[in-house]
């Protein structure tokens, strides 16, 4: 008997969780498992504040595909389409012709992407914050507007380096922030040139509340918090312009800056837009409980989908929609691939059902709020309880292990407040002592810089 195929789509949390659990608990005569993703890795997103903070190495918040995943077949590159009427996927590889790939079930976890607005120049200016590439590229860009304000003759360059604008209140926005802050008040020890009372962190939240994921109490602590800290709360307020880098609120004030970070929630992957498949008012595809994908009351054979870009019921919570999170996602994906397993072997597969356990969010170095099971938790009890969580979540004992090696580096070691900027433009350098072709310039013989 021919084995069955199934196809993942997208190595996020739901995709690299369920490859796995699938690929442990099928027998490779009885299905194939295939993960395809344009990225050799999965990204551990609530380390991408600390990666940005220097307090765990970038490599340590990623998981190796082909390592975790030995196996499972890995497939470098894009889908561009899925005709589930004729159960295929198209892919456009790395490098190479697009192909079709058949399949018998097909998890479609893709993800989400940022969700931003029409907003003059946004696209120009404002960096997002869901990447490992954007987290990194924020950290440099950070550190080397220090360099310049440190050493530029003009005062309103020196303002606009030293302004920091985060737009949105959720996870993302509040921990990238409260890390960044710390990272900046640690870099200013070693600029003489530069006092704390010049560097402006400022977070423009549409509504009247951050870390609606804590509760209230919660949130209201977190916002007292980071006004202690002299960071700039503009709630109710939203972002108008920032065209040149000159931002515009909607509460009339303006002013010159040069970090605008966006992370003002997310929607479901535009990959979708490329679907056969059925999907809600909000471009997530619709779900039942046991996680397949149902076109009004038909459930499609063979199709299943959950995390960022699936509206899944919460059973918990009857009427319900499950969140975008990490929680829900990693459990999604265990109930996922056992009840594909369940059909596979000839089965039902079941419902996903799980009573959200709270929320933990850090608020920078030993510093967080928590509210799990209805208990709320503050500063370093709420900060060790985050970083415990996220150690048990993050796939394989090497991951583990490196992330907490870089944890024990930082607390007995100083904070790196290096800025790798080259890193953006590796050959800039090179190109620029390389003529072009055409060019009188005789150039040095090769191997001569060496003798």
Known sequence: MKPQRIVVVGAGHVGLYAALRLSKKLNTRRAEVMVIDPQPHMTYQPFLPEAAAGNISPRHSVVPLRRELKRCRIVSGEVTK?????????????????????????????????????????????IGFKTIGEAIYLRNHILNRLDIAATTPDAEVRKASLTFVFVGGGYAGIEALAEMEDVVRDALKYYPELSQ?????????????????????????????????????RLETRLESCVDGRIVLSDGSTFR????????????????????????????????????????????????????????????????????????????????????????????PKDYKHKYAGSVASLGLYKGVAQVYGIKLKGLPAWLMHRTY??????????????????????????????????????????????????????EPVGAGSR
């Not at 904070?415 to 350098?429: C, D, M, N, Y």
């Open 257 to 348: 800056a040069e970090t605008l970070v966006w992370t003002a929630g997310v929607k479901p992957s535009p990959m979708l837009d490329n679907t056969d498949l059925p999907r809600g008012p909000r471009g997530h595809l619709t779900c039942i409980p046991t996680l397949q994908i149902v076109d009004g009351e038909r459930v499609l054979d063979g199709a299943w989908s959950a995390g960022d870009c699936a509206q899944v019921p919460d059973l918990a919570n009857p009427g319900a929609w499950c969140s975008p999170s990490a929680q829900h996602a990693v459990r999604q994906a265990a109930q996922l691939a056992d009840n594909i397993r369940a059909v596979v072997y000839g089965g039902v």
């Open 390 to 443: 996220h150690m048990s979540r993050i796939p394989s004992f090497n991951r583990k292990v490196r992330v907490l090696a870089d944890w024990t580096l930082a607390f007995v070691l100083k904070r790196e407040v290096i800025s790798l900027g080259q890193l953006h433009a590796p050959r800039e350098e090179f190109t620029h002592v390389t003529p072009p072709l055409g060019d009188d310039r005789s150039p």
């Open 82 to 126: 899925i005709e589930h009427a004729r159960k295929t996927v198209t892919v456009q590889p790395i490098d190479g012709p697009v192909k079709e790939i058949a399949y018998d079930h097909i998890i479609v976890a893709p993800g989400s992407v940022s969700r931003t607005l029409p907003i003059p120049g946004l696209r120009e200016n404002g």
């Open 197 to 233: 009372d010049e560097v402006r962190f400022v977070l423009v939240e549409a509504t009247n509340r951050i870390l609606p994921e804590v509760g209230p109490d919660m949130g209201a602590y977190a916002a007292r918090q980071l006004d202690q800290r002299g960071i700039d709360l």
